[in-house]
């Protein structure tokens, strides 16, 4: 058997022997094989912050190849104690595994060796079993420089006596995964490897069976991605257990299946529950009464909900929200009507409407909440919201050079897994749609959306474009089958003359620098008010337009900040004064 000097420096110590043998000679293709179905029974105790799990699991290979290993990972504070195929015990070694998937920074991995060859697309069923501890740790934030605080508020799950969450895939491997190394101090490494993990696994299905064990005579329910599925409780020799609790199979889609244990007091309402802590009365009640308020709202743009928003708290006052579907997890500390309007105009929209593609799924729910503040505020508040998106925006799109064309696919709304361009980049291009086709047809398009039905990523494009007259193709291309970047718009020349009748006839030649096409506001100011038009500038072209305006022109102002562009700072123009003819 060969091996490279260095695969055996890169795996230190005693752990080298060990799997030198049975590894080396072979790459490992970590990622040949998804998951297509979880059967787990979980035994929680929270007093001890443990987790054992025993069950099922089907592996199948998704490379071109046939697979003889197959790579398991599970988080570095879980430890493997089973695998069998078929009643036989399999051959595996287990390694540390330095990976940022997992808030401990590391995997354990099991590198097991089937009884067979598994064929290209073939499946095998794995019996396992494992078993630790799941404690607070930040370990891949603090180590590349996160402050411990800020850390502990972003990776707060854990199992404990008080407050038990634990998310999935992307925070614990608390089930098994098969993934490439991820790194935090690579740019967008964990978003890739984790959108290529999530994709693999977007039809899986999992079933779960929940026992939990602890001191106290009540315990409290378990909640499965905001279902609450616990079983009958009993008590023996001074512990009491309960379950096991059967919670759902379903899909996984893109969702990190989560599962939290705590105290929450329960308030019901038609459209949404909230689960609280105790004291967070005032908060839950401000997050329900702002949740009812707008669901009318939200139903005519998204259409009914499928399903009741669920919110659960988080005890602590600064951890980083977290949503995973129609469920979210968030501090329920403020008794601001407006700020929970916002979140729940995000979470009700997917309670509402849903797709797996990502730029469609959190695009519309963000763009929901801009919808929100505009009906709220004004759409001065919305643009100024979208601002704050827009600025992380312009920061990864390079200005004016278009991307590399390997990028401009990779990097596309319908391709990536940035969680800036599907976020932040698809909100702006709802919204820019919306102000091109306008509000009723741009409704009608999403309420035409079936999920099942998107097989191509032309589908939703065509939806929207069946409802308007405009040829909109030019707008797809540059910004959601490519990423084409960012737009730069520049008044390139202005000149206006008087008519007899008093008014002034004013020539405006729009430039755009960039790489992206929009159709961006222009607004003129003169002597008396202001006027608005809309113009369409392709990529690197120029375009010539009239406005009549009743007084003397003062000042064109290019974009009113709903279309992102790379450089703002060459968007005011100022006429000046002009002699009487
Ligand atoms: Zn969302």
Redesign the pocket.
Known sequence: MKYSKKSVYKCLGFLCVLCASAVNGFSLDREAFSVTNYDLNLQVEPEQHRLGVRGKITLQNDSQTPQKIAVLQISSSLDWRSIKAGDKVVQFVTQPYTSDIDHTGSLSEAIVTLPHEVAPKGTIELEIAYEGVILLDATRLTRIGTPEEAANSTDWDQIGADFTAVRGAGYVAWYPIATEVANLSEGNSLFEVLGRWKNREAGSRMHLQFTQIGSNEKLPPILFNGVSCSGPAYESMGVTKAGPADCMYQTLRLDAPTFVIADYKVLERPAVEVRYLHGHDVAATTFADAAEKIVPFITEWFGPQREKAKTADLPDPHAAPF?SGALLLTPLTSDDPKLAGLAAA?QLT?AAFVSFRPWIE?GL?HFAQALYLEREKGRKAALDYMGLHRSALSEIEAPTTAPKSEDEVHRSLVNTTGEELYRSKAMCVWWMLRDMVGDAALKKAIAAYRPEQDKEPSYMPRLIQAQTQRDLEWFFDDWVYRDRGLPDFKVESAFSSKSTNGSFMLTITLDNLGTAGAEVPVIVKFAGGEIMRRLEVRAKSKTVTRVEVTGAPQEIIVNDGSVPESDTTNNVFKIEAMAEK
Do not use: K, L, M
Request: aromatic content about 0%; charged content about 40%; glycine content about 0%.
């Open positions: 949503e995000h997917h959190e729910a």
